[in-house]
């Protein structure tokens, strides 16, 4: 916002400066031998100028202080976990050495161990494929047992989550149980 106020500041501002940096002091004092009528359409053409500055200002305004208003907005919402004192790390490991998922999962499984024997952690998990409210995930469909599938499926994105994810996270749990393996 502040870039598209400082842009619109020099558009507008360099085209007058061009022009009285062209226009010669002495014939202008002196008057051009304009007719009245050009005299007024330029004056005009002026005054819409202005107006038309005057609004786009107020339009910018009015704009950065909604986008500021909506920025305090959201700061103030509740995501619905704890962003406070959690870790992220991304680790991808190479095929060379992890060819299987059991290699995988057994690596996991060991690095959550080490990081939960840790002093101070309360819970460790592991995500697979990007975080909530993220760009990751896998992106498939899925069916609902006992219903009848429907003819182009439901997309989705899933997110493979270890035990302790949402202790991990604080994500309070509302109804049902956690995930226990």
Aim: aromatic share 8%; glycine share 12%.
């Amino acid at each position: 916002m502040i870039l598209a106020s400082f842009l619109t500041g020099i558009l507008f501002g360099l085209a007058p400066a061009w022009q009285v940096s062209k226009a010669n002091a002495q014939s202008s004092l002196k008057g051009s031998g304009t007719t009245h009528t050009s005299g007024v359409r330029s004056q005009q053409m002026r005054s819409i100028l202005i107006v038309c500055e005057f609004a786009l200002t107020l339009v910018l305004l009015v704009g950065a202080g909604l986008l500021l208003k909506s920025f305090v907005r959201l700061l103030n919402v509740d995501p619905g976990l704890a962003a406070k004192n959690v870790a992220i790390l991304n680790l991808e490991l190479p095929e060379t050495r992890y060819r299987t998922d059991v290699q995988m999962k057994d690596f996991h499984d060991a690095v959550l161990n080490r990081i939960g024997a840790l002093p101070g952690v309360h819970a460790a998990a592991t995500v697979g494929y990007g975080m909530p409210f993220g760009d990751g995930g896998i992106q498939g469909d899925f069916t609902v047992q006992g219903q009848a599938e429907p003819p182009q499926g439901i997309m989705s994105s899933k997110l493979v989550v270890s035990p302790d994810y949402f202790r991990a996270l604080g994500i309070a749990l509302k109804d049902g149980r956690v995930f226990d393996q």
